[in-house]
């Protein structure tokens, strides 16, 4: 079973979308300290257009 894709997430090639920055955000929050690895997985999981938002990253 194939699954489609995340429509928000990079494609093929490197070109970047609007998830990128969400992505990139958590990334820095975690490595930095602030933010915990499994509150920002669970939370772009959930909602990736609000993960930022709900965990305090700007």
């Known amino acids: 079973m194939q699954h489609e894709p995340d429509p928000g997430h990079r494609t ?5 979308t609007r998830k990128d920055p ?8 975690v490595c930095s300290g602030k933010v915990a690895l ?6 772009i999981a959930i909602d990736w257009t609000t993960a930022l938002h709900k965990l305090g990253v700007s």
């Open 22 to 29: 969400v992505e990139e955000g958590l990334h820095t929050a």
């Open 12 to 16: 093929p090639g490197g070109s970047t």
């Open 38 to 43: 499994a509150a920002a997985q669970k939370t």
